[in-house]
Structures are given as structure tokens and as C-alpha cells.
């Protein structure tokens, strides 16, 4: 069984960095393309990362955001928070390539998300 958990949501000042986690497990990691997407109030879902061998970077957050992992472990650093980068943050598990210009639910395995408010 899939379970992704992400962890490290939490109201920060803007202009500041800050990492999000997510803990996975039950699939073979090695093969894994894992992404990180996000969900503004209002707004649909943005995919802003995937890594597998080769990180992909959203060009929205290019320069801000990195993704990373170790075994069982995926990583969104993000710097330079803005308060537009307020949105409840997901990882994925599978789901690529579409996840890159169309995510979706349906599609891959998906955490319940940490929210971040980045506060002007």
C-alpha cells in the first residue's frame, strides 16, 4: 500500500526559506518519479517539481525551489518565500509526465498535503 506524508507546513515570513518532507513508502523507490505540487485558496494545482535521476523544476519557482531525496524521502527547499507561495504543498508518487502540465488526482499517488502561509 502507497503512503506518502508530507510534514513541514507552518506560517512564515516572507522572504524567508523553509523545507517540506515527505516520507514514502510502499513502491519501489528506485523507479520512482516523485513530484511536489501545490494548491493556492481558489486556484487549481500547480505542479512545481520532479525528481527521479534528473530534478525538473517548474520555471514558475525556478531559482527558488529545489527538490531533492534520499531513500524513502522527498525535499522541497524553498527560499525567497513570497506570500503568493500561500497553498496547501502535496507530493506525488508517479504520475509523470502529465503531472508536468496537467495534475491531477487521478493520476499518480497523492499525501493530504501540508499547508504553508508565507505572511507579508
Known amino acids: 500500500r502507497v503512503a506518502l506524508e508530507e510534514s513541514g507546513g507552518g506560517l512564515v515570513q516572507s522572504g524567508t526559506s523553509r523545507r517540506l518532507t515527505c516520507v514514502a513508502s510502499?513502491?519501489?523507490?528506485?523507479?520512482?518519479?516523485m513530484s511536489w505540487c501545490r494548491q493556492a485558496p481558489g486556484k487549481g494545482l500547480e505542479w512545481l517539481a520532479t525528481?527521479?535521476?534528473t530534478p525538473y523544476i517548474a520555471e514558475s519557482v525556478k531559482g527558488r525551489f529545489t527538490i531533492s531525496k534520499d531513500r524513502g524521502a522527498v525535499y522541497l527547499d524553498m527560499k525567497d518565500l513570497r506570500p503568493e507561495d500561500s497553498a496547501y504543498y502535496f507530493c506525488?508518487?508517479?504520475?509523470?509526465?502529465?503531472?508536468?502540465?496537467?495534475?491531477?488526482?487521478?493520476?499518480?499517488?497523492w499525501g493530504s498535503g501540508t499547508e504553508v502561509t508565507v505572511s507579508s
Open positions: 525528481i527521479w535521476n
Open positions: 506525488v508518487a508517479g504520475g509523470w509526465p502529465g503531472i508536468r502540465s496537467n495534475p491531477s488526482r487521478d493520476s499518480g499517488w
Open positions: 510502499g513502491f519501489s523507490w528506485d523507479y520512482a518519479y
